[in-house]
């Protein structure tokens, strides 16, 4: 059905199913619905007339399969509620929250204008002077929300408006947390409904894991956004949004500066150095190494921008920022691959079960203690729960349940997260230098028919790992051949999962073991 289009079958009002209807022309209390602007994760997005006031608004109205549910309609409130508090000019305002004919709305500002996600696929990317202006707004927006004790916990540029007049204005506080406590009710159910689609892409490590997110760690999602402005892309990409999430933990992104490839007169990057450091700053890993406040990034940016101009990028001491940056980057990834040579190959994949398990249930109502008790592990209501408890246990026993509460041969659902606990089990072994209970599991896992050839494929390298460092000459050549037997199956059969192992299996290790090098 066209949005403009009034029918009989929504001339009923707002009680009809609004999930698959249209609501145009119809009067939901005091607001006439005139056209729909959008759809987002929970709600439908109307331009309206409030008629007693006589102003044009943006109507958010639940779909009607969420309205149903006390959570999510709390939910709803609750970004009405942590929006209507604050009064800023680069804050989308809050007039109303309500019911009628059975609909849940939010009545806020009307933005004339296109969110930034929009006006990077029409127009290319931000300039740099448009990038600093984008700063200071959005962490002038942050500031105040922070003041309040409010994390938006959901910036991205969807979620970040440009009107008519350029002004810049913050979006949909429907992932707020309001005060400092650790409650997070939305957690599990969204990941359920699949409602965070496409926000792993932003989020900072701090939420992947599950921990209590601050105002740092709306400057990471900040940084990130800005990032993908500048550069045209993200600086991470899977075509799994788990995976995507994954990678903040563990992965560092392409310097800005390459990954916008954009040049000035003289031939230099036209980024100012200074920009790219507030950029990298921000998205640091650890909390403590980004800005500490929204006023503490605004101090910066407003300092370097008013004391340089976006034409000349003279900056020394903002260049060595960016240099030193990058070398303590590197010195920290050096770190952590001498720590975590045996991991790395399966980490990425593996974690991403386990993220996408920790997203959902990091707020489960259960008591965790009651599942894991000494010396036996209870059956969970789901195999994404058993894999979750696994992953806190982190113990044979754990890992092996996962497989005895949920037969490998009941669906591919099982089938799958009973591979990934096998990695993880021959990962628990080789901590414990167990490496020939390692390698039983690791044998098991390619011996199975039913797993998938990527999972193999990490199987292999991981083996491979094992039998070079026990001296297992022989064994290591034949699964090394095998490796990249497999390997050169899925290049030439499955270009989907071989993009796939890519992104997950290291470059070093594809080197290592003569596998998809030189861009194969």
């Given at each position: 059905m066209n949005d403009d289009t009034i029918s009989s079958e929504n001339?009923?009002?707002?009680?009809?199913?609004?999930?698959?209807?249209?609501?145009?022309?119809?009067?939901?209390?005091?607001?006439?619905?005139?056209?729909?602007?959008?759809?987002?994760?929970?709600?439908?997005v109307y331009a309206a007339r409030h008629l007693s006031l006589g102003r044009d608004v943006a109507l958010k109205v639940l779909r009607s399969e969420f309205a149903r549910d006390k959570e999510y309609v709390e939910r709803f409130r609750r970004e009405a509620r942590a929006a209507a508090k604050l009064n800023h000019p680069n804050i989308v305002q809050v007039f109303d929250v309500g019911s009628a004919n059975n609909a849940q709305f939010i009545a806020q500002e009307l933005i004339d204008g296109e969110n930034l996600r929009e006006g990077l696929d029409r127009r290319g990317v931000l300039s740099p002077e448009e990038a600093v202006r984008v700063l200071i707004d959005v962490a002038s927006a942050l500031e105040v929300a922070s003041e309040a004790g409010i994390t938006h916990r959901d910036i991205k540029p969807e979620n970040i408006m440009r009107s008519s007049r350029g002004s810049i204005k913050v979006a949909d506080f429907g992932l707020a947390r309001v005060g400092g406590g650790n409650a997070d009710v939305?957690?599990?159910?969204?990941?359920?409904?699949?409602?965070?689609?496409?926000?792993?892409?932003?989020?900072?490590?701090?939420?992947?894991?599950?921990?209590?997110?601050?105002?740092?760690?709306?400057?990471?999602?900040?940084?990130?956004?800005?990032?993908?402005?500048?550069?045209?892309?993200?600086?991470?990409?899977?075509?799994?949004?788990?995976?995507?999430?994954?990678?903040?933990?563990?992965?560092?992104?392409?310097?800005?500066?390459?990954?916008?490839?954009r040049r000035d007169a003289d031939g230099d990057p036209d980024l100012p150095e200074w920009l790219i450091a507030v950029i990298a700053r921000m998205m640091n890993k650890a909390p403590q190494d980004r800005f500490q406040s929204p006023g503490e990034l605004l101090d910066a940016v407003r300092n370097e921008a008013s004391t340089s101009t976006l034409d000349g990028f003279g900056i020394g001491t903002a260049a060595a920022t960016t240099r030193l940056q990058r070398a303590a980057d590197d010195a920290r990834r050096q770190r952590r691959r001498k720590g975590t040579r045996i991991l790395v190959a399966t980490m990425l994949p593996l974690a991403c079960g386990a993220a996408a398990v920790l997203f959902a249930y990091q707020q489960t109502e259960k008591d965790l203690s009651e599942l894991l008790r000494p010396g036996q592990v209870s059956k969970a209501d789901s195999i994404q729960e058993q894999y979750f408890v696994a992953v806190n246990r982190n113990d044979e026993a754990g890992w092996r349940a996962v497989s005895q509460h949920y037969l490998p041969s009941e669906n591919s659902t099982n089938a799958h997260f009973h591979a990934k606990a096998m990695l993880q089990l021959s990962r628990f072994f080789v901590d414990q230098n167990q490496f020939k209970k390692a390698d039983v599991v690791l044998k098991s896992v390619l011996s199975d028919p039913a797993v998938d050839r990527v999972v193999q494929v990490v199987a292999l390298v991981e083996r491979c790992k094992l039998l070079r460092a026990s001296n297992e000459t022989a064994e290591l050549q034949v699964a090394k051949d095998q490796l990249q037997g497999l390997y050169a199956e899925i290049k030439n059969s499955n270009p989907a999962s071989l993009r796939t192992l890519q992104r997950v299996v290291p470059e070093s290790d594809r080197s290592q073991w003569d596998i998809g090098v030189s861009g194969g």
């Open positions: 001339s009923n009002g707002a009680g009809a199913s609004n999930s698959a209807v249209s609501l145009v022309g119809t009067r939901i209390g005091d607001y006439q619905v005139l056209r729909k602007l959008g759809r987002g994760g929970m709600a439908d939305s957690g599990a159910n969204l990941t359920r409904a699949g409602l965070t689609m496409g926000t792993p892409r932003y989020m900072s490590p701090e939420q992947v894991q599950g921990v209590t997110a601050d105002a740092r760690s709306d400057l990471y999602s900040l940084g990130v956004s800005m990032y993908h402005l500048l550069a045209g892309r993200p600086p991470f990409e899977a075509d799994d949004p788990l995976a995507l999430a994954v990678m903040h933990l563990h992965e560092t992104p392409m310097p800005l500066d390459r990954a916008r490839n």
